[in-house]
C-alpha cells in the first residue's frame, strides 16, 4: 500500500491559502541539484557551469555543504523558513535563519541527522549562533556566483506559475488544483483533507490538522520532482513542489531558430517562452527586452491569433492558443 500523508484543511486553513516565492530555499535545493546530480539531469545546462563551486569542493565550506545536503527529501526545519511574503528577499530570509535559537538548530539537527550527524556540524552542537554566522556568509557567496545571474529568469518562471495556479483555484476549485500541481496530491472537499502519497518519511505521524494556521504554496525550479512537505511548529505549514513549465527553464534563444524565418527572431523567442501564461513585464525580465517592445510584439502575435491575453485581476497574462501550440510544435 502507497503511503500517505493526510493533511485536514478546516475553513479557516483554505481561507489563507498562499503562494510565495523563496529564493533562499531555491539556494537550498539547488545545492542539492549539484550534490545529486544523476537526479536532476533536467538541469544539467545549470549543472555544467556550476558543479565545481567552490562550495562542493573547498573543505572550509563543508558545514554549509553538508548541512544543506542532508537525507533525501528533509532538511532541518531552520533552515527552510516558510517565506512570510509573496515575494520574500534573500537577505531577509537568510538573516531569519541567522536569528534561529540555538535549541532550534539543536532539536532539528537531531530530528534529521540522529547519531550520523557529519563531523563538519559537530560544532553547531556546541555554538550553533556562531556558527549560523559562517554558514550564512558561505550561503550568501554561493547565490551571487551561482543563482544571482539568473535569478530573474527563475523568478519570472515561478511567478508565472503562481499565476496559473491562482486562476485555476479561482475557476476550478481546490481539487482541481491541487490535482493539477502534483500527481501524489489529491483533495478530498468533501471531508476536507489534502492526501500526500509516496511519503515514507511521514509513517509515523501519517494524519495531522493544520489546526488553522493556514497553508503556503512554493512552486520551485531546484525542487524538480519531488514535493517538500513541512507541517511542524512553528511554521506556517508549507508544501514546496515542482514549478510548472521546469524544461523550458534552460531553454536557450537558439532554440527559437526553426520558427524565426516565420515569424522573427524575437516572436519566435516569446513564443517558445509562453510554455506557461507569462505578463508582458515578465517577458521583458526573462529576455532583456523593453516591456513597450514586448507588448507590441504580443500585440503581433495575438493578430495572427497564436497567443492571446487572459486577465487575472489587475494583471494580464498572455499564452499560446491552440493554433500557437500547433506552430511551436
Known amino acids: 500500500m502507497t503511503p500517505t500523508l493526510t493533511l485536514s484543511l478546516g475553513t479557516a486553513d483554505l481561507s489563507q491559502l498562499r503562494w510565495a516565492v523563496s529564493p533562499a530555499w531555491e539556494l537550498l535545493a539547488s545545492i542539492r541539484t549539484l550534490t545529486q546530480p544523476a537526479s536532476h539531469a533536467i538541469h544539467m545546462p545549470w549543472l555544467s557551469d556550476h558543479r565545481h563551486d567552490p562550495l562542493l569542493t573547498r573543505p572550509g565550506t563543508a558545514a554549509a555543504r553538508d548541512l544543506t545536503a542532508g537525507p533525501p527529501s ?11 511574503s509573496p515575494l520574500a528577499a534573500l537577505d531577509d530570509e537568510l538573516d531569519q535563519v541567522r536569528r534561529t535559537p540555538s535549541d532550534v538548530v539543536r532539536r532539528d539537527l537531531a530530528a534529521v541527522f540522529g547519531g550520523d550527524l557529519p563531523a563538519s556540524l559537530a560544532p553547531m552542537l556546541r555554538a550553533p549562533r556562531r556558527e549560523m554566522e559562517t554558514i550564512v556568509g558561505d550561503l550568501r557567496r554561493y547565490w551571487q556566483r551561482t543563482l544571482a545571474p539568473t535569478w530573474p529568469r527563475i523568478r519570472a518562471l515561478l511567478e508565472s506559475d503562481i499565476h496559473h495556479r491562482a486562476r485555476s483555484l479561482t475557476e476550478r476549485g481546490p481539487a482541481a488544483m ?16 489534502l492526501r500526500i502519497a509516496n511519503r515514507q518519511a511521514d509513517l509515523l505521524d501519517p494524519r495531522r490538522s493544520l489546526e488553522g494556521r493556514g497553508l503556503v504554496l512554493v512552486p520551485s525550479a531546484f525542487a524538480w520532482p519531488t514535493l517538500y512537505v513541512k507541517t511542524s511548529a512553528p511554521w506556517v505549514p508549507v508544501i514546496r513542489y515542482p514549478v510548472r513549465g521546469i524544461g523550458t527553464l534552460w531553454e536557450s534563444r537558439a532554440d527559437t531558430a526553426d520558427l524565426a524565418p516565420v515569424l522573427g527572431a524575437t516572436r519566435a523567442m516569446l513564443l517558445n517562452l509562453l510554455e506557461t501564461p507569462a505578463s508582458t513585464l515578465e517577458l521583458a525580465n526573462r ?34 492558443t491552440a493554433r500557437g501550440e500547433a506552430l511551436h510544435r
Do not use: E, M
Not at 78 to 83: G, K
Not at 178 to 193: E, K, S, V
Not at 294 to 314: E, F, M, Y
Open 178 to 193: 491541487f490535482a493539477d500541481i502534483h500527481a501524489d496530491l489529491a483533495f478530498d472537499q468533501a471531508t476536507g483533507t
Open 287 to 320: 529576455t532583456g527586452l523593453a516591456p513597450g517592445g514586448v507588448s507590441a510584439q504580443l500585440h503581433k502575435l495575438a493578430q495572427a491569433g497564436l497567443v492571446a491575453p487572459h486577465r487575472t485581476g489587475r494583471i494580464v497574462l498572455y499564452a499560446r
Open 74 to 84: 528533509h532538511l532541518p526545519g531552520f533552515l527552510a523558513p516558510t517565506p512570510l
